[in-house]
Antibody, heavy 120, light 107 residues
Framework: EVQLLESGGGLVQPGGSLRLSCAASGFTFNNYAMNWVRQAPGKGLEWVSG????????FYAASVKGRFTISRDNSKNTLYLQMNSLRVEDTALYYC?????????????WGQGSLVTVSS | DIQMTQSPSSLSASVGDRVSITCRASQNIGSYLNWYQQKPGKAPRLLIYAASSLRNGVPSRFSGSGSVTDFTLTISNLQPEDFGIYYC?????????FGQGTRLEIK
């Protein structure tokens, strides 16, 4: 059974840092691209970042580029999101999601999310 | 960035009804369009990918159609468990933008 389990969220002051982790199990992690998607309280979904299966290529939303860094450790089956210079508007539930497909990409499995609150 | 616009933003329908949600892309995205359902307190769930392909295990009352810029999610024979928020997403190019969501309420 595919499982994605996020951790590392919490309360942080504006300007602070936090690192999220997503532990994957039930599939061959190093065969899949992965993503972070966030959802601010009461709002819609926003794709944040993605990373190819070998970690060699990364992608970011403009809203986080230069502040967030996505990475993965395929030996540990774990995806990360290092978040620096956090802003109040980064407050959200952060999901990790697996990319599936060849040619047409989609997010077939999602974790339950890790809540990040940025507040003074 | 590609903008995704859904309509309506909310709708209410009765069990057994047929409902449709539309999604419009700001540029040609071919068939790179996915649909997700989200229920309160839960992660999104993939329903349809590549505009019209039904994910394994998703009831056949869900269907997707469209291409280029205009897409539709149709739910036939609406069931009580179909309430929630529905999102479209383009996967043509990063950032993989989502529509703003359509809230479906069962009367």
């Amino acid at each position: 059974e595919v499982q994605l389990l996020e951790s590392g969220g919490g309360l942080v002051q504006p300007g602070g840092s936090l690192r999220l982790s997503c532990a994957a199990s039930g599939f061959t992690f190093n065969n899949y691209a992965m993503n972070w998607v966030r959802q601010a309280p009461g709002k819609g979904l926003e794709w944040v970042s993605g990373i190819r299966s070998n970690g060699g290529t990364t992608f970011y939303a403009a809203s986080v580029k230069g502040r967030f860094t996505i990475s993965r450790d395929n030996s540990k089956n774990t995806l990360y999101l290092q978040m620096n210079s956090l802003r109040v508007e980064d407050t959200a539930l952060y999901y990790c999601a697996r990319t599936q497909g060849s040619g047409y990409w989609y997010f077939d499995y999602w974790g339950q999310g890790s809540l990040v609150t940025v507040s003074s | 960035d590609i903008q995704m616009t859904q309509s309506p933003s909310s709708l209410s329908a009765s069990v057994g009804d047929r409902v449709s949600i539309t999604c419009r892309a700001s540029q040609n995205i071919g068939s790179y369009l996915n649909w997700y359902q989200q229920k309160p307190g839960k992660a999104p769930r993939l329903l349809i990918y590549a505009a019209s392909s039904l994910r394994n295990g998703v009831p056949s009352r869900f269907s997707g159609s469209g291409s280029v810029t205009d897409f539709t999610l149709t739910i036939s024979n609406l069931q009580p468990e179909d309430f929630g928020i529905y999102y479209c997403q383009q996967s043509y190019s990063t950032p993989y933008t989502f529509g703003q969501g359509t809230r479906l309420e069962i009367k």
